[in-house]
T-cell receptor, first 115, second 114 residues
Framework: ETGVTQTPRHLVMGMTNKKSLKCEQH?????MYWYKQSAKKPLELMFV???????ENNSVPSRFSPECPNSSHLFLHLHTLQPEDSALYLC??????????????FGNGTRLTVT | AQSVTQLDSQVPVFEEAPVELRCNYS??????LFWYVQYPNQGLQLLLK??????LVKGINGFEAEFNKSQTSFHLRKPSVHISDTAEYFC????????????FGTGTRLKVLA
């Protein structure tokens, strides 16, 4: 399997639930990203991990908690979300450090609905 | 601070007609420029990128873009569109100083009509 794979594709959760989004990349990249895509808004960068170290954290509420156990896997743990957190969550990967012009490779996203 | 502006939120065009999707950016430093396409229920896919050199960049699916430094633009063009080009197109910039931050525009929805 190649590319960036995200699971689940769709997720409906209540405001009191705890769930996790998973991302796996098979491209040999060493930087991974979480983006939030909401209608009519630019993609919002949430977190970046480079060589398994968090290098960007864009003032994301603490109800979102990322985890990067190795360079191929990235998780986004969710708890006590709000309805406005409903969006498409995209994972991406790229080469880090030696290739700043490396483009992002995206997964197909997880469509999250918070009820 | 950097920003990307895609002025057209929607562009309808008839099949086999040419199309131009506009992208303007602002940045105080040199940047790398990208166009991505997003088909329904999918993630973003790289169409083309400008890093340096020739200002005319060719990408996949017959698309091309031209970097204009004086106008800080990176417009995307295709001489003849197909129904299958219907999708959302995103322009993005990244400065060349080592940051991981890509700044995306709000996207342009291209709708190709039969």
């Amino acid at each position: 399997e190649t590319g960036v794979t995200q699971t689940p594709r769709h997720l409906v959760m209540g405001m009191t639930n705890k769930k996790s989004l998973k991302c796996e990349q098979h491209l040999g990249h060493n930087a991974m990203y979480w983006y939030k895509q909401s209608a009519k808004k630019p993609l919002e960068l949430m977190f970046v991990y480079s060589l398994e170290e968090r290098v960007e954290n864009n003032s994301v509420p603490s109800r979102f908690s990322p985890e990067c156990p190795n360079s191929s896997h990235l998780f986004l743990h969710l708890h006590t979300l709000q309805p406005e957190d409903s969006a498409l969550y995209l994972c991406a990967s790229s080469q880090a450090r030696d290739s700043y012009n490396s483009p992002l490779h995206f997964g197909n996203g997880t469509r999250l609905t918070v009820t | 601070a950097q920003s990307v502006t895609q002025l057209d939120s929607q562009v309808p065009v008839f099949e086999e007609a040419p199309v131009e999707l506009r992208c303007n950016y602002s940045s105080s430093v040199s940047v790398y420029l990208f166009w991505y396409v997003q088909y329904p229920n999918q993630g973003l896919q790289l169409l083309l990128k400008y890093l340096s050199g020739s200002t005319l960049v060719k990408g996949i699916n017959g698309f091309e873009a031209e970097f204009n430094k004086s106008q800080t633009s990176f417009h995307l063009r295709k001489p003849s569109v197909h129904i299958s080009d219907t999708a959302e197109y995103f322009c993005a910039v990244r400065n060349n100083s080592g940051t991981y931050k890509y700044i995306f525009g709000t996207g342009t929805r291209l709708k190709v009509l039969a």
